[in-house]
């Protein structure tokens, strides 16, 4: 399996405040979602049915391989975290399910893949656990996947939109994504103890807050998203980072999900146009670049959806279509993502030199596949190991597993 990478209990008031986690539940308490869809060179082969899917990370712990998956429903329909052993990626079974739910419910993975974060950016009710009346992130102890238990707190009042876990280092980047209270700061947390986080220091960005950071292979230099403008640091002093350029993509309204290439010599930054609700196909674009000299940005690809597909929601109103968040396979050439209602796309970006910009253009991206699941609104899509399998948690039908049909 891969590195890792790159929401509320009913019960009795002083019980809302203790973690607790459960084996996966019967069928009968949830109804997966049908294996229907349209779409190219991808196939729907397996679910597992919860509301209010949001982020997932990967981990391989003790010879077996787990997607941590984070939901933002209430738990009547599946909020929390769930365990979804994924070591037979075409048949996930969920192992575990801590009913801690928090909103955005981001969720990392630290670097010993001990401890797991999920963030909250606004305040939790009695049915988050530690995170009750409290905004900030909340770690996890996975050391037993199937027994995961809630631990502590870094309680921060801006909130937590997205955390980042340093790649090397027993460190948290804190992305508040607060866009009205004042300059924007990245807060940073070390989870040495994790029953205990501590706030070490706090970094001003230049604009807003970032929507979300990554870090490079080694740690040593980080990339924000920030709504407006992206932002690069040298992060060699992990506690002390130091701004090293600033700059926006072309037309970007909504500066979302900045990732370093696996080479760490390039950056893919995406635009979320709309924000997640209604907004028309083919949305906010993806952009592809390399970094000269380490942080001088040159704009060496552009993919945006061919498929014309009039996206829509649940109500059958005008669906969010844009890119969301996305990963890449541990080889750096092949790049899935989340399109919301326009459903997962897998992408081949083997080739990103040369001028030309689009998709199927020469030197630049090519589209291996897609597929739109029915009633479906994927907010994440990442890639197993070897890229034949592809993972979204999805806002509508939870756990979907999609087999890559087409070679690149």
């Known amino acids: 399996m891969k590195r890792t990478r790159r929401a509320l209990v009913a019960t009795a008031a002083v ?206 230099q980080a990339v924000t998203a920030g709504i407006e403008s992206i932002e690069l640091f040298d992060t060699t002093d992990v506690e002390n980072p130091k701004l090293q350029n600033v700059f926006q993509c072309p037309g970007c309204s909504i500066t979302h999900d900045a990732k370093f290439t696996a080479d760490d010599k390039g950056l893919i930054i995406g635009d979320e146009g709309g924000g997640g609700m209604g907004y028309p196909c083919p949305g906010g674009a993806l952009y592809f670049y390399r970094l000269e000299g380490g942080v001088m940005p040159i704009l060496t690809g552009i993919y945006e959806p061919k498929e014309l597909i009039m996206a829509k929601d649940n109500q059958g109103g005008l669906g969010g279509c844009t890119s969301h968040v996305f990963d890449l396979s541990d080889d750096g050439k092949t790049l899935s993502i989340s399109w919301y209602t326009a459903g997962t796309r897998v992408l081949d970006i083997s080739d990103m030199t040369g001028a030309a910009f689009g998709e199927h253009s020469a030197g630049g991206v090519k589209e291996i596949g897609w597929f739109q699941p029915d009633g479906g609104s994927s907010w994440s899509s990442k890639i197993h190991e070897g890229s034949k399998y592809v993972f979204s948690n999805d806002i509508q039908r939870g756990f979907d597993v999609f087999l890559v049909k087409a070679k690149k």
């Open 15 to 220: 019980a809302g405040l203790v973690a607790g986690a459960v084996a996966a539940p019967a069928a009968a308490e949830r109804t997966n979602a049908p294996l229907k869809g349209e779409g190219r060179n991808m196939k729907i082969i397996a679910n597992i049915g919860y509301s209010g899917g949001s982020d997932m990370e990967f981990a391989t712990i003790k010879g077996r391989d787990y997607a941590f998956t984070g939901s933002f429903a209430q738990i009547k329909d599946g909020g929390g975290l769930h365990v979804i052993d994924i070591t037979n990626p075409a048949k996930p079974k969920e192992v575990a399910w801590l009913k801690c739910s928090v909103y955005q419910s981001d969720i990392q993975i630290s670097h010993d893949q001990k401890t797991l974060l999920m963030a909250a950016d606004s305040a939790g009710g009695p049915e988050s656990c530690l995170m009750n009346g409290k905004k900030g992130f909340m770690t996890v102890d996975i050391s037993n996947p199937k027994k995961p238990k809630a631990i502590g707190v870094a309680e921060i009042a801006r909130g937590s939109h997205n955390v980042t876990a340093h790649p090397k280092k027993p460190y948290v980047y804190n992305s508040d994504s607060d866009l009205v209270n004042g300059r924007g700061s990245i807060e940073i947390w070390s989870i040495k103890d994790p029953k205990k986080p501590k706030l070490v220091n706090t970094a001003l960005s230049v604009g807003m807050s970032p929507h979300d950071i990554s870090f490079n292979s080694k740690g040593t």
